[in-house]
């Protein structure tokens, strides 16, 4: 396995396995992995000849008060972890590399990055879409894979892909989860022990709802109800959202009637802010 930071670097090794007719699977991350990322991985080395991770934590992906300097990085603990499971290249740039001092394209999208995330998070989104079509252009993958933990990143960057004609196919991957039902989540590291088991409310909000969902409720406004009273028992967690959204739009919706995602965030101890969500479809039942 390779580790390489610079943008003709990926080039050139991409270049000589397409020349041997090799297909290549992409995996964006931010690094400090854990198992929620090497189940993409594992997915990637299963649907491709050859596997790119990158890990960049993108600047222009966090608001000004955001957790871009605290946030965690271990890239020998990363290597390792991405080496075990067969990824062939990583790509680790510096922001200069990704960024020239003259940089002012972006890519920018509406509708679906209005609520959730998007509302308290104004520019992530942006630099989410600029960054990974930057790592489309350079890595020119024939699939991405991401995370349904992020469920409205993917189905933003499914939606980039399809309006701007890009030459890839995205992958979603299930949320991986603790034994205790915690998303795995990077900024989980953020808390101690005490606001370790505080956050647990999040995925008992979330399997709440799910299974108020499962059992035949359609109005969106009681499992909100539901879910929000769960995750006010709990003192340590303040609310950002907790939002019943159509699953291709990410508007909120009243009734259930169609695919949809149940989405929250919610600061921990205002330590972290954590999010988690469940996919729910009539159509399943
Ligand atoms: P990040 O490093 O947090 O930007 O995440 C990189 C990718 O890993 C994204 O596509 C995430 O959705 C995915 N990911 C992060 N945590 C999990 C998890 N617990 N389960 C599945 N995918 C995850």
Same mark, same amino acid.
């Given at each position: 396995?390779?580790?390489?930071?610079?943008?003709?670097? +990926?080039?050139?090794?991409?270049?000589?396995?397409?020349?041997?007719?090799?297909?290549?699977?992409? !995996?964006?991350?931010?690094?400090?992995?854990?198992?929620?990322?090497?189940?993409?991985?594992?997915?990637?080395?299963?649907?491709?000849?050859?596997? !790119? +991770?990158? &890990?960049?934590?993108?600047?222009?992906?966090?608001?000004?008060?955001?957790?871009?300097?605290?946030?965690?990085?271990?890239?020998?603990?990363?290597?390792?972890?991405?080496?075990? &499971?067969?990824?062939?290249?990583?790509?680790?740039?510096?922001?200069?590399?990704?960024?020239?001092?003259?940089?002012?394209?972006?890519?920018?999208?509406?509708?679906?990055?209005?609520?959730?995330?998007?509302?308290?998070?104004?520019?992530?989104?942006?630099? +989410?879409?600029? !960054?990974?079509?930057?790592?489309?252009?350079? !890595?020119?993958?024939?699939?991405?894979?991401?995370?349904?933990?992020?469920?409205?990143?993917?189905?933003?960057?499914?939606?980039?892909?399809?309006?701007?004609?890009?030459?890839?196919?995205?992958?979603?991957?299930?949320?991986?989860?603790?034994?205790?039902?915690?998303?795995?989540?990077?900024?989980?590291?953020?808390?101690?022990?005490?606001?370790?088991?505080?956050?647990?409310?999040?995925?008992?909000?979330?399997?709440?709802?799910?299974?108020?969902?499962?059992?035949?409720?359609?109005?969106?406004?009681?499992?909100?109800?539901?879910?929000?009273?769960?995750?006010?028992?709990?003192?340590?967690?303040?609310?950002?959202?907790?939002?019943?959204?159509?699953?291709?739009?990410?508007?909120?919706?009243?009734?259930?009637?169609?695919?949809?995602?149940?989405?929250?965030?919610?600061?921990?101890?205002?330590?972290?802010?954590? &999010?988690?969500?469940?996919?729910?479809?009539?159509?399943?039942?």
């Amino acid at each position: 396995m390779k580790i390489v930071s610079t943008v003709n670097e +990926v080039r050139e090794q991409v270049k000589a396995w397409k020349k041997e007719g090799l297909s290549v699977g992409l !995996v964006p991350t931010m690094g400090y992995l854990h198992e929620g990322h090497a189940s993409l991985m594992k997915k990637a080395t299963e649907q491709c000849d050859k596997v !790119v +991770v990158s &890990i960049f934590v993108n600047p222009m992906q966090f608001g000004p008060n955001e957790d871009l300097d605290s946030y965690p990085r271990d890239l020998d603990k990363d290597a390792a972890l991405c080496e075990s &499971i067969g990824v062939n290249l990583i790509f680790h740039p510096e922001a200069e590399e990704m960024y020239s001092p003259q940089f002012c394209s972006y890519v920018d999208m509406n509708v679906l990055t209005e609520d959730l995330c998007g509302k308290s998070r104004p520019v992530h989104f942006r630099g +989410v879409c600029t !960054v990974c079509n930057k790592l489309f252009n350079i !890595v020119q993958p024939n699939k991405a894979f991401f995370g349904q933990k992020d469920a409205q990143q993917l189905a933003i960057i499914k939606r980039m892909v399809e309006d701007l004609n890009m030459d890839l196919e995205i992958v979603g991957c299930p949320i991986i989860r603790e034994e205790d039902g915690l998303a795995k989540s990077s900024r989980n590291t953020y808390l101690n022990e005490e606001e370790r088991k505080a956050a647990l409310v999040l995925s008992q909000s979330i399997f709440l709802g799910q299974k108020m969902a499962e059992d035949g409720e359609t109005d969106a406004k009681k499992i909100i109800a539901a879910m929000t009273e769960k995750i006010e028992t709990e003192p340590m967690a303040r609310i950002d959202y907790v939002k019943v959204v159509d699953g291709l739009t990410m508007q909120p919706i009243d009734v259930i009637d169609r695919p949809i995602v149940t989405a929250i965030a919610v600061y921990i101890n205002e330590k972290a802010r954590l &999010i988690d969500n469940f996919h729910y479809s009539p159509e399943m039942q």
